[in-house]
Structure formats: structure tokens, C-alpha cells
């Protein structure tokens, strides 16, 4: 029996390796077939979806998931990072894994990981764990996000049998580069041959497209093999074998149609109706997440690169004009952060076009340096937001915890207050504002 609780395992198994990231799967696959969890090893074959991208991984897997679940099939949903709880990155048919669970798997990976005489990061200790919790629960479907690139991350050891990317911008330059079509040709080596290939952005760099044709995928193009139309309340999913009227999720509608192409590209031969529940159902924490909270009306979004945050206020424009609606005199607050490599100007270049183009009014700022070793000090991110927003508009706090309570305490019931710019952001003002430990 465990010493360690999860807390304190987490901690140790961030201290045993030399670096936080550690790109590459030489090290990984003797403790994943010491464990049995590489596919071929598996007794129970179980449907594989990874998905890889730059935006939208989180929701795309979140509503694969769903409609799996809709469908009765046990499925497994490995995401990473988590907002609050690290419990969040593992779940089975929605339920996270418990703490003595992953206790219970920590133990078999460093069991494994001793017997073979190998240094592990804390996401290649921690994702083989997932896995080893969803080979012992005999899942149906396994549904997968890559963490960071694709063709080495530690997800990819598992071959999948529908691989999703979702888009390709610039982002974790410092492991992938800024050349666009290195990452394309990084994100598409979760392709393997003659699987399903859903290539959800109209514009993916040729590197992408290029490596599917190599691997002689079955390749499912938005905009060309599926489309959609926003109507009503509803959407219309057309495809060469279907055309239906669906129900517009919570989460990016982009996001939900390519988790849909995906679902009709495998072999589960799941119905239309468990496609229709799962759409209706599949909800995910700090995705344009609407909330009620001390009497105030927030929109959590981790939005942290350019193209994360043009999303975010394509549904902004239109979310804030139907909260004029109700409350005419509303003013516009946004509590704000980021890591130090991340292009906090790129976003907030957007951002101030964006809003000057759709006539959003000028936001009150409430901004902290995240508690993070990857933090931007808040003087530095301070000097960046200036270039785009009066100082005056400006308040910043020592904490998160401290800005999110500022916020509450200038703004009124009817006003919109906007939290984003990290899952780190998202994370301490939530635990920071529900009360909830890490």
C-alpha cells in the first residue's frame, strides 16, 4: 500500500526527471509494454480516437466522449491539462478517476518504469497511468488528446484507429518551432496507415496533407467530404451519406462537427440519436464556460495563443449582444493573465482589432501574474497589455485570487465579467472564487 497520497505522488513524480517536457518516445515504450498497455498488448481491443491540434483538442475529445457514451459504450477520456483537480485528465464514461485509483497506477509505472531502469517526465509518468487505469477497466472506446505536437508525445505510442486534427497554429515554439509547416508534419504523426483522417480546418498546412497521402488515410476533409450550416437552435451536418438536423452543444460548433465526422468515420456504427444525445449533453469546464458566481455572470475561456483567441470572440461578439439585450446598461470586465511563452502580444493585437471591428465596448482590466514557474511577471505582461489598453482601464492585484475578488467588487449583477489567457488563469480564479483546492 501506498505511503504517498496524490498529492504528494504528483509532486514526486515532477522531481525525478530533468526536464518538465522531454520530447520523444524512446524511453516510454519499454515501461508501456512492460505494463501491457501498447495496443497490441491489450486483450480487449478497444476503438481508438486521437486527436491532435493546436485549438479545440479539449472540446473535440470532450464530445467524441460524449457521443460514445450516448452510443452505451464504456469509454475512456484522457485530457490534459486540468483546470483545478488533476483528477479532471482522467475519466471513464465521465467519471474521474479517484484518488487511491491513480494511486493505485502511479504505483504500476514506477513499478515498471524501476524494473527498466528509465527516467520518466511527470506527463509521461502520469499518462501512462491513465492508460494503465483504462486497460484495467477493459474500455470499449479510447478517446485521447495529445498534449503537445504529436508524432512525440507520449499519446501517440498508442496507435489509434481514428486520428482528428483539428487545426495548426503557431504555438509551444520553444519545443515545435515557428515554422508552420514543421508543426503541421509534428501534428499529423499521430497519422497512421489506411486509418480515418479528419482534417478539421479549411486552411492545415501541406505538411499535413502531404502525410496523410503518404499513409494512404482515409481522409475526411471539412469543407469538402462534411460540412455544416448554424440554423436556429440547430445545425444541419451534411456529409456524402448523411444530411440531419442537429443540436447545437455548448461547445464550439466547429469543435462538435468534427467530433461527429469522426464518430461516422469508424467502425462503431454508432446512431443517430446517441450522436444527437451527446451533442445535447457534452459540457467542458474553461471552453466559453458560461457560469453564475457570487451573483455575477462570468465566461471562463483558456484562449492563450491567437488562434484561441479568435474563437473566443467570435462567440464574444455574439454572446455580448444577447447579453445587451437583457441588460442594456452592462459593462464589459476581463480578468487576464499569461505564461511568459506565449505571445501575449500576437493576442492582445488580435484582440483590440477584434473588438474595435465588432464594436465591443472598452473592457475594465483586472490582471495578477499566474503562480506558476512559466509565469510572465506581471510588470512584463503589464508593459504589453499597455500597448493596447489605456492604462487607465488597468487594475492589477499580487494574486489571481486577489484580481478575481477585485473584479466582484467593482462590477454590478448585470455586468459580463471575461476570464482567460491560460488554463492556469482559469484554474487559480476558479479554485479561487469556488473555494476548491488543488
Known amino acids: 500500500m ?35 498497455v501498447l495496443k497490441a498488448d491489450l486483450k480487449k481491443k478497444p476503438t481508438i480516437f ?30 490534459s491539462p486540468h483546470l483545478v483537480s488533476f483528477t479532471e485528465r482522467v475519466r471513464i464514461d465521465g467519471i474521474e478517476a479517484s484518488d487511491e485509483a491513480l494511486i493505485l497506477a502511479f504505483e504500476a509505472v514506477e513499478s515498471a ?65 515557428d515554422d508552420i509547416e514543421k508543426i503541421g508534419a509534428e501534428k499529423a504523426g499521430i497519422i497512421r496507415e489506411g486509418i480515418p483522417v479528419i482534417l478539421g480546418d479549411e486552411k492545415l498546412p501541406n505538411s499535413a496533407t502531404q502525410i496523410a497521402k503518404q499513409h494512404n ?40 462537427v468534427n467530433a461527429a465526422a469522426a464518430i461516422q468515420a469508424s467502425n462503431l456504427g454508432i446512431s443517430l440519436d446517441a450522436i444527437k444525445h451527446g451533442l445535447s449533453v457534452v459540457q467542458l469546464a474553461g471552453r466559453f464556460d458560461q457560469r453564475v458566481i457570487h451573483d455575477r455572470q462570468w465566461i471562463f475561456d483558456v484562449a492563450h495563443n491567437e488562434d484561441g483567441i479568435k474563437f473566443l470572440l467570435k462567440q464574444l461578439t455574439t454572446a455580448w449582444q444577447m447579453h445587451l439585450v437583457k441588460h442594456p446598461d452592462a459593462k464589459l470586465y476581463f480578468l487576464f493573465s499569461m505564461l511568459g511563452d506565449k505571445d501575449v502580444s500576437a493576442v492582445l493585437h488580435h484582440l483590440k482589432a477584434a473588438m474595435d ?30 500597448r493596447y489598453v489605456d492604462p487607465v ?11 478575481a475578488h477585485g473584479v466582484i467588487d467593482v462590477s454590478r449583477p ?25
Not at 357 to 377: Q, T
Request: with cysteine; aromatic share 8%; hydrophobic share 45%.
Open 357 to 386: 471591428a465588432n464594436k465591443l465596448p472598452m473592457a475594465s482590466w483586472h490582471m495578477a501574474a499566474i503562480d506558476h514557474s512559466r509565469a510572465m511577471p506581471l510588470d512584463e505582461l503589464l508593459g504589453i497589455t499597455e
Open 113 to 177: 518504469r524501476l524494473a527498466e531502469g528509465l527516467s520518466l517526465s511527470f506527463f509521461e509518468m502520469t499518462t501512462l497511468a491513465a492508460f494503465w487505469l483504462f486497460k484495467q477497466a477493459d474500455c470499449d472506446v479510447w478517446v485521447l488528446e495529445i498534449g503537445l505536437g504529436g508524432r512525440l508525445d507520449v499519446v501517440n505510442i498508442i496507435d489509434p484507429d481514428v486520428a482528428v486534427i483539428t487545426n495548426i497554429g503557431i504555438d509551444h515554439v520553444d519545443w515545435l518551432g
Open 2 to 36: 501506498s505511503t504517498k497520497n496524490l498529492s504528494q505522488w504528483l509532486t514526486y513524480m515532477g522531481s525525478i526527471h530533468v526536464s518538465a517536457i522531454d520530447m520523444g518516445l524512446e524511453r516510454v515504450l519499454p515501461v508501456a509494454k512492460r505494463l501491457g
Open 217 to 256: 488515410a482515409k481522409v475526411y476533409q471539412l469543407g469538402v467530404d462534411y460540412d455544416y450550416l448554424a440554423k436556429g437552435d440547430g445545425w444541419i451536418w451534411s456529409s456524402a451519406s448523411l444530411t440531419a438536423q442537429l443540436p447545437l452543444p455548448k461547445l464550439s460548433l466547429q469543435n462538435a
Open 414 to 438: 448585470e455586468d459580463l465579467i471575461v476570464a482567460f489567457g491560460s488554463f492556469h488563469t482559469i484554474g487559480e480564479s476558479l479554485v479561487a472564487l469556488l473555494g476548491r483546492p488543488y
Open 50 to 79: 486521437t486527436v491532435a491540434g493546436t485549438n479545440g483538442k479539449g472540446s473535440t475529445t470532450a464530445t467524441i466522449a460524449a457521443i460514445c457514451q450516448s452510443a452505451g459504450l464504456k469509454t475512456a477520456l484522457y485530457q
Open 393 to 403: 482601464q488597468i487594475s492589477t492585484y499580487e494574486t489571481l485570487d486577489q484580481a
